[in-house]
């Protein structure tokens, strides 16, 4: 059954669960640590916490396309390894960074993607308009790829 919830401030009671996890969603908190405590309120003793988190250096093609074309950020920033790590002093902790990256045919099923994991942006000075023509060729074309493909790299 799924509960919806803040991760901040779990509608839950402590030590109620063996396995609390988040996948992708704790790079919106404001504040990680509070959010990994609360992961681990709700586990119960010798249960588990597990959670992805997007890293900084995270979509550097997104941001190098964006970079040839105007000087506005585009992608969110991400938390550091070291503040992640951070985040996790005190607690019996393991953490494992993971360099993914996908291949698309053309950056704008790049972008789509991100559309589709929830990965918009959140910067002020943020173009409100949908994206014409012309600017997709103009990221098409200063999308770094390799060998005809449109890679996107995450960090996580």
């Known amino acids: 059954h799924y509960l919806q919830g803040d991760i901040e401030a779990l509608p839950l009671p402590d030590g109620c669960v063996d396995l609390a996890w988040s996948n992708l969603a704790v790079q919106w908190c404001d504040d990680l640590r509070a959010a990994i405590g609360e992961l681990c309120r ?77 990965a918009t942006h959140l910067h002020q000075g943020r173009a409100s308009a949908p994206l014409g023509r012309g600017k997709l060729r103009e990221l098409q074309l200063a999308w770094p790829q390799q060998q005809g493909i449109c890679p996107l790299t995450y960090y996580l």
């Open 42 to 118: 709700v586990v119960r003793p010798g249960g588990r916490v597990a959670f992805t988190t997007l890293l900084a250096g995270s979509l550097p093609e997104l941001n190098q396309a964006w970079q040839a074309i105007d000087d506005r950020p585009h992608a969110n920033r991400f938390l550091s390894e070291p503040a992640v790590r951070a985040a996790l002093s005190g607690l019996r902790a393991e953490g494992v960074v993971h360099q993914i990256s996908l291949p698309f045919a053309d950056a704008l099923s790049a972008m789509r993607s991100l559309k589709g994991i929830g």
